[in-house]
């Protein structure tokens, strides 16, 4: 049987069946946490050491860690990544399809 491909609209939330406007918000909630987790390792830091810097309790970078996307706004994350030294900066590109 053959395997069929299917391009990707850029946004494996709304591939995966989530409503446009959700599927964005998803994802700028993702690329924040991916840069968190990237900041801990990179670092080096326990996850004990990740709170203090953050301003957040040890549990709450463990659900950072284990990628708990539905326990984090966009502002709690853009506050944590402020606490070590990074400044968020928005773009603004016209998507190719609208949201519905």
């Known amino acids: 049987m ?3 491909n299917t391009r990707s609209s850029g946004n494996v939330f709304k591939d995966i069946g ?6 964005a918000h998803l994802l700028v909630r993702s690329e924040l ?4 987790h990237k900041i801990i390792e990179a670092r080096g830091l ?7 810097l ?3 309790t040890q549990p709450r970078v463990s659900a950072l860690m ?18 070590v030294g990074f ?7 016209k998507s190719s399809t609208p949201a519905r």
């Open 33 to 36: 946490m991916i840069q968190l």
């Open 18 to 23: 989530f409503p446009a406007a959700e599927a």
């Open 54 to 56: 953050f301003h957040v």
């Open 66 to 83: 284990k990628g708990r996307i539905d326990l984090f706004s966009v502002d709690t994350l853009i506050d944590m990544l402020a606490c």
């Open 87 to 93: 400044r968020v900066k928005v773009a603004f590109t």
């Open 2 to 4: 053959p395997v069929k």
């Open 46 to 52: 326990k996850q004990s050491e990740a709170a203090k």
